[in-house]
């Protein structure tokens, strides 16, 4: 069992920046891939960024490319979402994901979740 607890989310202005940090414990972290993905109220979950085990490959939907940065340190079991020139449509509740069974895009590959955190990015 893998147990993540997302952290770092609030209210921002429009063109403002946060940090988001998913934290891992249970199993060895740096066993898995892991995904940020993010949901707004009468949406579907949507994919946002994604991370191989290593850090050594990342990949953003077209929406965030160029201002989302994801990493993570394997050394503190913590994976990070920078979020820079935020806009409102990021609104969202923001899920971090681990060990993906099939394609890295869909939320329904993902075995382990966090609870969430909120985003919101007034105009």
């Known amino acids: 069992q893998v147990q993540l607890v997302e952290s770092g989310g609030g209210l921002v202005q429009a063109g403002g920046s946060l940090r988001l940090s998913c934290t891992a414990s249970?199993?060895?972290?740096?066993?898995?891939?892991m995904a940020w993905f993010r949901q707004a109220p009468g949406k579907e979950r949507e994919f946002v960024a994604g991370i191989s085990w290593s850090g050594g490959s990342t990949y953003y939907a077209d929406s965030v490319k160029g201002r989302f940065t994801i990493s993570r340190d394997n050394a503190k079991n913590t994976m990070y979402l920078q979020m820079n020139r935020l806009k409102p449509e990021d609104t969202a509740g923001y899920y971090c994901a681990a060990d993906p069974r099939g394609k890295p895009e869909s939320p329904t590959s993902y075995h382990y979740w966090g609870q969430g955190t909120q985003v919101t990015a007034s105009s």
């Open positions: 249970g199993r060895t972290f740096s066993n898995y891939a």
